[in-house]
């Protein structure tokens, strides 16, 4: 297990009340041995004018999945993992529904993470993937 830290659902959705998190409508869904997983529903809140799912909805799932996932890793508790680059490939348009996320990391060091994050469809057909480097600062 790579968490160093206790997690549950429940505190992941309380922490995330008043944020673009819940904006969004994003939930998360499961805490695997070494993923964190969540979905987003692809709605009024997440399209782009075309209709489709605004691609910028999925980098805001990535990142959430892949930062919250981080930070649960760290072992010294006055450092902090922060977003430094994430990049993003949209595969398939979205109407309607939901999509859903798994953050698996990549690299899991002392000065950097890397994660990446794949969302897909209903029917588990890839979505977006996409890779988030964190990077592990001191806590201000």
Avoid at 100 to 108: E, K
Avoid at 115 to 137: F, G, P, Q, Y
Wanted: proline content about 3%; hydrophobic content about 40%.
């Amino acid at each position: 297990m790579i968490w160093q830290k206790q997690i549950t659902l429940d505190e992941l959705g309380l922490s995330a009340k008043e944020t673009l998190i819940s904006h969004l409508g994003i939930e998360f869904t499961k805490i695997g041995d070494d993923s964190l997983s969540g979905r987003m529903p692809v709605d009024a809140r997440t399209i782009q004018p075309a209709g489709i799912l605004h691609g910028g909805a999925s980098v805001v799932l990535a990142e959430t999945l892949g930062s919250i996932a981080a930070n649960f890793c760290l072992k010294d508790c006055s450092k902090i993992a922060v977003g430094q680059e994430i990049n993003a490939n949209h595969v398939r348009p979205m109407q309607s529904g939901w999509v859903y996320g798994t953050a698996r990391p990549l690299h899991i060091g002392g000065s950097t993470q890397i994660w990446e994050i794949h969302i897909k469809n209903n029917d588990e057909r890839l979505v977006c993937v996409s890779r988030l480097t964190m990077a592990v600062i001191n806590k201000w």
